[in-house]
């Protein structure tokens, strides 16, 4: 069976340093893997979708950025935080267009 | 892309009442719909997908949902809810040629004894 990892479960950074977040799947291959976020009271956002190694697409500009180094392995990364990146940020992968999408367990980002 | 109406952003019921969260959506042509989960602090959880067949949709913990095509909606119904059932639901759409999902802003359901 598929399982999706994410870490860390939570973190608390200060402003204006770096950021990275991992996310693995195992038990699939190929998959489309998709980064959200949640801010605080509000719905998901997405932030990344990517459906092959290397292949990245941004839904919102911002200082994040993201990157897929290995089939099954998604980064989310930024090189200097803002306040404003605190929220819940869930990792995804689907199988094919149209599908469900099955979600990580989500990393809460703190930044004070 | 689809838009996706979640017409009540919070549901208190109490417990074994039935509850109806509401979910439109904007496009008629094909899609699939789907409901997920998400308790406090965690990922989402698929709760049931409408795909092609049946327009009436079963999860395996008392949920059902139907697909209504002429009203574009798909409505998540439990006739005697939990205490446990206490969670954030989320509408989502996808077009069938498309990578992304569409989600509603979810629904917040609180479940009071």
């Known amino acids: 069976s598929q399982t999706i990892h994410q870490w860390p479960a939570t973190l608390v950074q200060p402003v204006g340093s770096p950021l990275s977040l991992e996310c693995t799947v195992e038990?699939?291959?190929?998959?489309?893997l998709y980064w959200y976020r949640q801010a605080a009271g509000r719905g998901l956002q997405l932030l990344f979708y990517?459906?092959?190694?290397?292949?990245i697409s941004s839904e919102v500009p911002q200082n994040l950025s993201a990157s897929r180094p290995q089939d099954r392995q998604f980064i989310l990364s930024s090189k200097k935080l803002l306040l404003s990146d605190s929220g819940f940020y869930l990792c995804?992968?689907?199988?094919?267009?149209?599908?469900?999408?099955?979600f990580g367990p989500g990393t809460r980002l703190t930044v004070l | 892309a689809q838009s996706v109406t979640q017409l009540d952003s919070q549901v208190p019921v109490f417990e074994e009442a039935p509850v109806e969260l509401r979910c439109n959506y904007s496009?008629?042509?094909?899609?699939?719909l789907f409901w997920y989960v998400q308790y406090p602090n965690q990922g989402l959880q698929l709760l049931l997908k409408?795909?092609?067949?049946?327009?009436l949709v079963e999860s395996i913990n008392g949920f059902e949902a139907e697909f209504n095509k002429s009203q574009t909606s798909f409505h998540l119904r439990k006739p005697s809810v939990h205490i446990s059932d206490t969670a954030e639901y989320f509408c989502?759409?996808?077009?069938?040629?498309?990578?992304?999902?569409?989600f509603g802003a979810g629904t917040t359901v609180t479940v009071r004894a």
């Open positions: 409408y795909l092609s067949g049946s327009t």
């Open positions: 995804a992968w689907s199988a094919i267009q149209g599908s469900e999408q099955f």
């Open positions: 038990g699939t291959s190929n998959p489309n």
């Open positions: 990517s459906v092959g190694i290397g292949q």
């Open positions: 496009s008629s042509v094909s899609v699939y």
């Open positions: 989502a759409v996808s077009d069938l040629d498309d990578y992304k999902l569409s």
